[in-house]
């Protein structure tokens, strides 16, 4: 099982940018699809970002233009680039892998085994 740690949140003004990252632990990085979530008080946790083992990506409708995911495969870390942040950003957010994900399922987090603990990012306008 790989296991992830995130950092890099902190608190920011709205307009302001940030990037998370998320280091993670396995031989068999290359085989996982890896992902962002995040989690307001008070809401479930929605997929952010995600990229998948071939590169591809997806974004959630309220970051696209805005946030940009990748990932550095030689020290297995992946990132998070937020720019524009607002404060409907403002969320604990959590980076997830997983190695048999269904395309209909990528930002799904069921679809999900692996968790950071969650960095909090706080927006402020």
């Known amino acids: 099982q790989v296991q992830l740690v995130e950092s890099g949140g902190v608190s920011v003004q709205a307009g302001g940018s940030l990037r998370l990252s998320c280091a993670a632990s396995s031989y068999r990085y290359n085989q996982y699809t890896l992902a962002w979530f995040r989690q307001a008080p008070g809401k479930g946790r929605e997929g952010v970002a995600v990229?998948?083992?071939?590169?591809?990506?997806k974004y959630a409708d309220a970051v696209k233009g805005r946030f940009s995911i990748s990932k550095d495969t030689a020290v297995k870390i992946l990132y998070l680039q937020m720019n524009d942040l607002k404060p409907e950003d403002t969320a604990m957010y959590y980076c997830?892998?997983?190695?048999?994900?269904?395309?209909?399922?990528?930002?799904?987090?069921?679809?999900?085994?692996?968790w950071g603990q969650g960095t909090r990012v706080t927006v402020s306008s």
């Open positions: 997830a892998a997983d190695s048999s994900v269904p395309p209909a399922g990528i930002l799904d987090a069921r679809e999900y085994r692996a």
């Open positions: 990229i998948d083992t071939d590169g591809t990506t």
